[in-house]
């Protein structure tokens, strides 16, 4: 064979040894088969990790991904584009990749400059909505796919509509061993005079192993010296979630049959060189799988092709590698016809061997070695069908290209507009201006950003000292003679007001209680539940509706953590009813708010009615909360279907003419985190597209299409103005796209959270 290939650098993606799964031991075996069979070509992984520590991986390794984190897949896009690699060989299945059905992988595939070759584990015949979504993009984005089965093919032809041009049928590579007797391995088992029966693979419900050993003690009662070996260990995921469970039932069954001396379990997860003598020492290999839409099976490749007698239940891939004779099918989940097959192979030995020859022939061409040249050759074909596609730049990916996904975090400009003292409000373009000084709203609004950083797990020794400096500021605003919170500060240190307004009073307030509520800061905690008590009676005497929107979502996150504590309670009825009164006496069916005007953070005001209702408030504020926001989001709609704030240039008073500009990022962040806590109380999903839409507009879904946030500096710019951006990155702009790509990530936590619970 050719051992030279004009494919020099091959990047593999799916998961990997020593993680143990399927995909993981195929991978594994095509890498090195193919960097053995092309010494010349430069081959690497970057495997998928499903735990937080991830693997002790070998050399090969040079990337990893974290398999729920997005934005790891973007790295993982960029480090590819980076190496240089010819061609990028995917193992795909739905359930190794994060998002709805595996989509996280598609936001890297879209961002790679290489061909695309794409290995399908799973062909589905009826999929459902996200797992069409995900194939269909696979399928267009793969310069080649390669299944292993032609019912694989027919599948992707038929249901997918794939062009045929671009499918290889590949069959699954195994490993070469002779082609000897069983009997001569069967003495390193003790089991030498014995009849063997193996089935392995990693142990789980879906195996039907119960039907075999239900099927054993008809096979004994003809053929005694028979012995069943269950060769693998627990899928990891299963015993995560059960345990050892179906292990232990399967132990329990063979007791009650009255099989245990011919009942062997090695739960353990074996290398191949071990593996190749289990598969030496069986004289019939079973499979007894209960899912009929397996297009592709590991264990059934390796057993046949290594020249077994296979039983096994029609599954997909088992009807196709089994036919004209190659093995015995018997139906699924029915212990006697397996009970049958076993000892009609048993009693016609030439015919038992017959099986094994016609196997082992077939499988001289499924031998690993065979396999790599394959797939080499669809290597090279993908990147020569590339040849005459223009590369598109590295670092460009336009909205028109593909949807938005959430950025990074990048904090830099957070910590340069910060200091010892704390935030400081205004930038001139990026430079903090510290003529202005300091303010308690964006202190407190700091905090807050820190805070649910920590949740996400993005707390650093940086943002824990950060935090620890916008508390002190906090705590320094404080007047315990007043009850009140000073808002301004200069930049020399002197406050420039005895009492601030009632927005930073609120708002500080706010960020005290969710301290209470979301930090896992003991010391945190224990001040800021301090310091709210001290300040609520305060909060009671404000007049402005902002400000009790604002105190009410911090009573809220309070008494989140503290049920029972009956100022904060008394707290959340007094300022719901507040709100609810101004509903009452402004609202009408042309204008569904809780004043003659929207101007500011207006979206502070349905969100807080939202959340007390979800908090033990009245039912009535939850009603009220949908309501007015359902309203006020078409009032924030351009026509072009984006997001329009209220501009600060005049604001919107009733039967007024509304400001469209200057548009401000705090309105967008109240938007956001209003529409997710409408979503969280009513599971509707209109919620979150009104969420995302609103967050866009930081992206450039808004009426200028050019994008607030400032990815080199980390930053916000101040505002879309009629014509261009306001260029200066002030605090409050920055803190708002901050705290808003934050809420949007912690929901996007929870969703991938639900779901894993949620899947069988």
């Known amino acids: 064979m ?209 039907y075999m050993l239900e099927a054993m003690p008809a096979i004994l009662e003809e053929f005694p010296n028979f012995v069943y070996i269950v060769l693998g260990a627990t899928h990891p995921n299963l015993v995560r979630e059960q345990g050892e469970r179906y292990r232990i039932s399967l132990e329990r069954l063979a007791r009650k049959l009255g099989i245990r001396e011919n009942v062997s379990f090695y739960n353990r997860f074996v290398e191949l060189p071990e593996l190749i003598e289990f598969i030496g020492v069986a004289d019939i290999y079973v499979t007894p799988y209960l899912n009929p839409a397996q297009i592709t099976s590991g264990t059934l490749a390796y057993a046949f092709g290594c020249g077994k007698s296979v039983v096994s239940t029609p599954y997909w891939h088992a009807e196709e590698l089994l036919a004209d004779g190659r093995g015995v099918l018997v139906p699924f989940a029915d212990s006697q016809a397996l009970s049958t097959a076993i000892r009609d192979l048993l009693r016609d030995d030439s015919r038992r061997h017959a099986i094994r020859r016609r196997g082992y022939m077939m499988g001289r061409e499924m031998i690993w070695s065979r396999v790599a040249h394959q ?66 709203d964006d202190n407190a609004r700091a905090l807050l950003l820190t805070v649910l950083l920590e949740q996400l797990g993005q707390n650093s020794p940086q ?18 003679a007043r009850g009140r919170f000073r808002n301004f500060m200069s930049f020399d240190r002197r406050w420039l007001e005895d009492v601030g307004s009632d927005d930073s009073h609120g708002r500080a307030i706010w960020v005290l209680g969710a301290c209470v509520h979301r930090s896992r800061r003991h010391d945190l905690q224990f001040w800021a539940s301090h310091l709210f008590d001290q300040a609520l009676p305060g909060l009671l005497e404000t007049t402005s509706p902002r400000a009790w929107a604002f105190g009410l979502l911090g009573v809220c996150h309070y008494l989140q953590r503290l049920a029972g504590a009956r100022p904060a309670s008394q707290a959340r009825d007094l300022l719901t009813q507040k709100l609810l009164r101004l509903h009452e006496a402004v609202a009408d069916d042309g204008w569904r708010w809780l004043e003659d005007r929207l101007t500011y953070d207006n979206a502070r005001l349905s969100h807080s009615l939202i959340a007390s209702a979800r908090n033990g408030g009245p039912p009535e504020a939850l009603k009220a909360g949908l309501d007015t926001l359902a309203w006020l989001v078409e009032h924030h709609k351009a026509p072009s279907g984006c997001f329009r704030p209220i501009g600060c240039n005049g604001f919107y008073v009733r039967e007024g003419v509304r400001a469209q500009f200057d548009q401000q990022p705090v309105e967008a962040q109240a938007m956001v985190a209003a529409c997710l806590e409408a979503y969280q109380a009513t599971e509707d999903p209109a919620w979150l597209a009104e969420a995302r839409r609103a967050f866009e507009w930081f992206l450039g879904g808004n009426d200028l299409g050019l994008e607030l946030y400032d990815a080199k500096s980390g930053g916000c710019r101040d505002g879309l103005q009629e014509d261009r951006i306001n260029q200066n990155q002030g605090a409050e702009s920055t803190l708002a796209f901050l705290l808003s790509l934050a809420e949007m990530k912690l929901i996007e936590s929870a969703l991938s959270h639900q779901r894993q619970v949620q899947a069988p």
């Not at 984005?141 to 019912?151: G, P």
């Not at 957070?414 to 300091?438: C, K, V, W």
């Not at 943002?463 to 315990?480: H, I, K, Q």
Request: net charge negative.
């Open 2 to 210: 050719n051992r030279t290939s004009e494919v020099r650098k091959i990047a593999f993606i799916g998961d990997y040894l020593p993680r143990k799964c399927g995909i993981a031991t195929f991978t594994h075996d095509l890498c090195t088969s193919t960097a053995t069979q092309f010494p010349s070509a430069d081959c690497f992984v970057v495997p998928v990790n499903d735990l937080a520590g991830g693997y002790d991986y070998p050399p090969e390794v040079r990337f990893e991904i974290e398999e729920q984190e997005l934005d790891s897949y973007l790295r993982a896009a960029d480090f590819l584009n980076f190496s240089n690699a010819d061609v990028v060989c995917l193992q795909h299945e739905y359930g190794i990749f994060g998002g709805p059905a595996g989509s996280h992988i598609v936001r890297l595939l879209r961002n790679l400059r290489m061909p695309i070759v794409t290995t399908l584990h799973t062909v589905l015949k009826d999929p459902d909505a996200n797992q069409r979504r995900v194939m269909d993009e696979i399928l267009e984005l793969s310069a080649r796919v390669i299944v292993m089965s032609e019912r694989a093919k027919a599948f992707l032809l038929d249901v997918w509509k794939t062009p045929e041009s671009k499918i290889d049928l590949i069959p699954h590579g195994i490993p070469d061993m002779p082609f000897v007797d069983p009997a001569f391995y069967k003495d390193q088992f003790g089991v030498e005079g014995k009849h063997v029966a193996l089935t392995f693979g990693l142990l789980s419900p879906n195996k039907g192993i119960e």
């Open 375 to 440: 797939f080499v050759e669809s290597f090279q074909h993908a990147r020569r069908s590339r040849l005459d596609v223009p590369i598109k730049p590295l670092a460009v990916r336009t909205l028109a290209e593909q949807p938005l996904d959430l950025p990074g975090w990048r904090l830099d400009h957070l910590a340069r507009m910060s200091d010892s003292a704390g935030m400081i409000q205004h930038a001139t373009f990026t430079i903090p201006n510290f003529a202005e000084g300091y303010c308690t």
């Open 463 to 480: 943002t824990a000292r950060l935090a620890s400096t916008y508390a002190a500021f906090l705590n320094y605003a404080f007047d315990p």
